[in-house]
Structure formats: C-alpha cells, structure tokens
C-alpha cells in the first residue's frame, strides 16, 4: 500500500503561483510512476503532470505546459508541483496518483487508469 497525502493549495490571485506537494508513505519503493490530475465541479478529473521514476522522463498536459512544472524529492518520498501564471480556469481539486505496477509500452501515464493510489486531494481556487 501507499499513501499520499497532498498539501500546499489554497486561495491566489490571477497571475500567482503556487507550489502544492505530496508526501508518499508506505511501499513508496514499488512506485514506478506519479503524477498529478485536478478536477473541477462538474468536469472529469483532468491529466496535468507525470513522472516516471525509472530515469524521471515528465510529461505534461498541453493546458499547463510551460505554466506548471513537476518535480521529486526521492530523499523525503515527495512529488511536487509548481504552478506558475495561474488563471481562473485552474480552479480545481488538484490530486497525486501513484502507479505500483510495472510499466509497459502499452501503459500511458496521461490516463487515470495507470494509477493505483490516489490521495485526498488539495483546493486550489484562483481569484480573477
């Protein structure tokens, strides 16, 4: 089992910049990717972030790129998101996900299904 814990939303201005994190517990060592989703009320939950952690290759969402970067601290078992330029749209529950099972080519970490662990999520709310 692992868990995940995230932190670090809250309420910003348009134009702001928050960094939110997720500490991982448990069997963090049988994790092979992480990655970040949000949604807001009323939409699906939306692919932002990922990271393999074999050789750290990221990913992103077209939305966020160049806005929002992902990042890793192995040493404290935490996955980080910096968000940058935010805007109203970005108003969401921002949530971490991590895979425990092995990757393969047929796997896409931009898909829910590729995670096994979700955390309880952080609000972000950006005020226009």
């Known amino acids: 089992q692992v868990q995940l814990v995230e932190s670090g939303g809250g309420l910003v201005q348009a134009g702001g910049s928050l960094r939110l994190s997720c500490a991982a517990s448990?069997?963090?060592?049988?994790?092979?990717?992480m990655g970040w989703f949000r949604q807001a009320p009323g939409k699906e939950r939306e692919f932002l972030a990922a990271?393999?952690?074999?050789?750290?290759?990221?990913y992103y969402a077209d939305s966020v790129k160049g806005r929002f970067t992902i990042s890793r601290d192995n040493a404290k078992n935490t996955l980080f998101l910096q968000m940058n330029s935010l805007e109203a749209e970005d108003t969401a529950r921002y949530y971490c996900?991590?895979?425990?099972?092995?990757?393969?080519?047929?796997?896409?970490?931009?898909?829910?299904?590729?995670?096994?662990?979700w955390g309880q999520g952080t609000q972000v709310t950006v005020s226009s």
């Open positions: 996900a991590a895979r425990a099972r092995a990757m393969s080519a047929s796997v896409t970490v931009r898909r829910r299904e590729a995670y096994d662990y």
């Open positions: 448990g069997r963090t060592f049988s994790t092979y990717a």
């Open positions: 990271m393999k952690w074999s050789g750290g290759t990221t």
